[in-house]
DNA sequence: GATGAATGAGCGTTCATTCAT
DNA sequence: AATGAATGAACGCTCATTCAT
């Protein structure tokens, strides 16, 4: 799948175990692509079958088999090309920065702004895609199958994005014990915040749209001062 | 559904929308809370259906029927008497306790900790209940008919809860922007964690039975040094 | 299921591991029996599908698999009726029958004849499922799955009939080697002839309509060749 | 397919109407033959598929299909070979015997001898074919097309072995009026006691491996019986 | 109130086959 | 000659739900 930026243009590979034929090899398999987002996006991804994607496509679901072999695996493949793209956007954003902090501010502010379009990949509406992760993506991983696929490195993308976005982490504060338990809580909250703001927005102190950017903010505001040396005077309660 | 702590019995209360026949008004509806969360449990939410159930409680679907409109609501029904029971457990726990900084830890405590069986509801399995809750809560909000629901007021328990712990931070630090955003991160932080530690490790750093806390330890640093007064000194990224 | 002879009416009842619901328990059941007969007949085995057999009952494969499993299942169903009906028929021609050659010779008589419908039983076309049971019955054992059928004990009612016949050569010629395999030989014989004279003449001398008897002739005077005591005088072939 | 024996090496010819392009003619073809066998041995020939066949010879179905036009006519195709291969093992052994009984006894022993693997066809393992032919075979014939493909010719090594073998009959006791039916049912029962031993043991007397024989015991003494001349004298069944 | 039976609808999957290359 | 891609059609099965008892 191309991505390009200042005329640059790359290929976003994704494990081949996620899909059967590559859906980037034929204008077929893109189709499937960009209707799937649509499709999940329209009716939600329990509602989604392969018949009703191979009706949109007006193609037939033996198609759409030749190139994923389930719905499961194509939500994986779909989130993650989502994941392999933040970290090449977040790769490209922080390249040649050198303050650790810096990077992890820039990392963050790529991990929660809420995404809209972007044309640089043409088949591949990245603001769809992005509420697909939003209401989707944890359903990836919370099911039954999980610990076959994850055997299987189904999860190494957003594995490896969230090693990443700790490393820095580990390079400004080498003490803090929950590197990766803070990222991967700021990477699903960024979704959560933008799910409740729109559909319950007692869970949450963000707007809808969030014009101003306060996911970012409030997870920002969260991460800083979670890694900051020194621990805090608080009293223990009792048992 | 009856609770007793220290030979106080009290009767949990899950909203009326959410079930047809009360399932606390008959020895079949406390088959159908018992052998439904214990299904769900062994087979996950999306393989759980009416029948199955139905087969294992010795009975058929149109029994179930009769005590709940679907798995939906069923789902609902089991995540709001969690939600309440926790609501209790931390009422009970915070009572008397003057410092608002006391009963934030506290809270905290009870809402980050993982659950164990516990013998004072003789047909809920708390410990299974929790695990239900940790794999399929979120699957009960992450589905087309959310705003419907809400709209019905399906999600109160979650929300008062959330709400509850919100208000103490509030009371510490009336501040602070993000109560509610906090304290729906950790809720759901709590559970994620829980999961991962079993079946993602990477993305943690909580070990899977967790038997010292961390996880508490990780949320409640998180969160009090979110809500201390004062903003850190950082310098903003470029664009 | 009933079967009168002489204004004596008995039940055949079939091993229960074959159905879920009785087919005899109800109209729809006996329905299914019925039409499943005549379906096979029709369009082979291969081609029978319980959508077929729904629409022609005018019903639903729901309603079909609530009486069988699978059409494997209703397969073994209908020629483990149809061999309990045989075994019945012999027991009844047999009793009181006090010489072994002559058991033997109605028994051998009953098992190659041809059938032809029969009203005993007012929803089965003995004459049909004869038919079927030529064509098909192989195939219920001819499968991977025999094995554990087998284990299962979803044969007996074909094992029973031909121990029933290996005992009265048993009793006729102990010193026979092989009465086993001499009656299901016959058993499976009588109807290859059938198939053959209809389908591939020139692998049998029989005749189509077989009016004379020439299957239950040649088969009869095979098996009592067979156990006549004396070995043969024969030369044995070089190596 | 070329066949050889003490050096010599002949070639086995199957019906051109049982394939596209000849199977022997080039090593993709080989390759089919090959695999087919040993897929049908280990899955059964109901779940055999083209699709299957080519992921196993690393091709496509459309590459199959440019030999055989159906899974039907493979199956054909592999049991014609079979009869044709026996009927020149028969030829072979027959040849020079001028004791018409000597002869037949040689062909029964050929016909009912369990077949072990020959390495005379390297691309053809007689022994699994012979498991294939033991479990399928009579699928080749049990079906709707068998009219069709009998005016086709396509039984015709079947049919010629079977008359091969009657002729000797014949030959020994002109009177004797099933011949064709009393070989097509040794030649069927000495597959069907194969499979009984293995798989139904109650139904025969056979043990599984027959090392001593017996089979072909059974059947050898079977068929000198019944062609013995001179009736037997018995009582014929009252009605 | 509980149950047995039935049903419409649809899902995921596979198959045999064809066409263009 | 071999292959890759696509497709129409159907299969086996299960689900949520309803109705009559």
Not at 85 to 103: D, G, I, P
Not at 112 to 133: K, N, S, W
Not at 197 to 210: G, I, K, R
Request: net charge neutral; hydrophobic share 40%; proline share 4%.
């Amino acid at each position: 799948m191309n991505v390009s930026a200042n005329g640059v243009r790359v290929t976003l590979h994704v494990d081949e175990k996620l899909y059967g034929k590559d859906p980037n090899s034929s204008d077929m398999g893109r189709r499937i692509l960009e209707h799937s987002i649509g499709l999940i996006n329209e009716i939600g991804f329990e509602s989604f079958t392969f018949r009703k994607l191979a009706q949109r496509i007006g193609s037939t679901e033996a198609t759409v088999y030749r190139y994923f072999p389930s719905k499961q695996r194509l939500l994986l493949y779909l989130t993650s090309w989502y994941w392999n793209w933040m970290e090449y956007r977040l790769l490209l954003a922080t390249s040649n920065v050198v303050s650790a902090e810096q990077r992890l501010r820039i990392a963050l502010r790529e991990l929660t702004q809420p995404i809209v379009a972007d044309d640089a990949t043409p088949h591949i509406d990245e603001g769809a895609l992005y509420r697909v992760v939003v209401a989707e993506s944890s359903k990836a991983y919370l099911n039954r199958d999980v610990d076959a696929e994850n055997r299987e490195g189904l999860f190494r993308s957003y594995k490896r994005l969230c090693r990443t976005v700790a490393d820095i982490i580990k390079e400004i504060n080498p003490e803090y014990r929950y590197p990766a338990a803070l990222v991967s809580t700021v990477m699903e909250s960024s979704h959560m915040q933008k799910y409740f703001a729109e559909h319950l927005p007692a869970l949450t102190d963000v707007s809808q749209h969030d014009r101003d950017g306060s996911t970012t903010d409030f997870l920002t505001d969260l991460v800083f001062r979670a890694i900051q040396p020194g621990a805090l005077q608080v009293q223990q309660p009792g048992p």
